[in-house]
């Protein structure tokens, strides 16, 4: 069983096809833990997967390091002081075209973009990023997006215009135009942030608290995913509202006192004699 492994893993199609799966899935990992940043914007992430489907047509004449390295372990037959097979034992000699592999990768992540109606959503939201703007905008900057944002989303477009010229003249974002960037905000970027909600709920609930109620759940979920930290958490004026209402001191003398049972030796000791003396 292990000599029919050996003969498959170094053969040289299944390295070949085992580099090109190994570019493809670092591409992807990077790709997906920039889109799991919270701070990331729609824009952002909307030229963030442009470049990565760019990357990928790129890559069907320009392989990645791995599939390279795989090429030159061909014409050795030895990769790493390892004797490689050229047979077609493994899969008939069949290996992944890298060309049809990348098309249909492409095709498949293209189809994960918004639809043709949305398409244009990122390219407008890009101009409510002060990063994007060039030297000393004019007033009029950005004005045909945001007209096109707020008719898109059902937003009152005169008013956040106005609340939009005032960001790019004191590059402070005035209460008129958060209605806009709250929306742009919720657009979902990718499922990180449900991912990290039942992880949070598997960490509350776990089977020594499973009597929680679902109401006490949900605010400890609350505030876990979007309170703040605990070293800003301030216990003083909850404490202090907690004597206003009359409650005791965990050393208050007065408040009623738990009635232990008395577990001293000697108490243990007249336990069993009386036990002896009625068993006989």
């Known amino acids: 069983m292990y ?6 893993i170094t053969n040289i199609d299944f390295i070949l096809d085992l580099a090109l799966m190994c570019d493809v899935l670092q591409e992807l990992a990077e790709l997906s833990t920039e889109l799991q940043a919270r701070d990331i914007t729609l824009y952002t992430a909307h030229r963030k997967i442009t470049n990565q489907l760019k990357l990928f047509n790129e890559r069907k004449r320009d392989m990645g390091p791995y599939y390279l390295e795989a090429l030159k372990a061909e014409k050795g037959l030895d990769l790493k002081e390892v004797s490689l097979e050229n047979g077609t034992r ?4 069949n290996r992944i075209d890298p060309v049809k592999f990348y ?6 992540m293209a189809s994960r973009l918004l639809a043709r109606e949305d398409a244009e959503i990122p390219q407008w939201a890009k101009v409510l990023d ?9 007033l009029t900057f950005g004005e045909t997006e945001v007209m096109n944002l707020c008719e898109r989303f059902g937003l009152p477009d005169r ?5 939009f010229r005032e960001y790019l003249s004191e590059k402070k974002i005035p209460s008129s135009l958060m209605p806009l960037l709250n929306v742009i905000n919720n657009i979902p970027i990718s499922t990180s942030e449900c991912e990290r909600g039942f992880s949070q709920m598997n960490l509350i609930m776990t089977p020594t608290r499973a009597s929680l109620q679902l109401s006490t759940v ?7 995913l979007v309170g703040p930290p605990v070293s800003m958490f301030k216990p003083s004026v909850y404490v202090n509202s907690w004597f206003l209402k009359g409650q005791h001191l965990a050393t208050d003398t007065k408040s009623k006192t738990r009635n232990r049972e008395d577990v001293s030796e000697h108490n ?3 336990e069993v004699i009386v036990s002896c003396t009625s068993i006989i």
């Open 130 to 138: 002060c990063k994007t703007w060039p030297d000393n905008p004019p």
């Open 268 to 270: 243990l000791m007249l």
């Open 90 to 93: 493994y899969r008939q000699g």
């Open 3 to 8: 000599e029919g492994l050996l003969r498959k």
């Open 103 to 108: 098309d249909s990768l492409k095709a498949r």
């Open 218 to 224: 949900v605010n400890l979920m609350f505030i876990k």
């Open 159 to 163: 008013q956040i215009l106005r609340g």
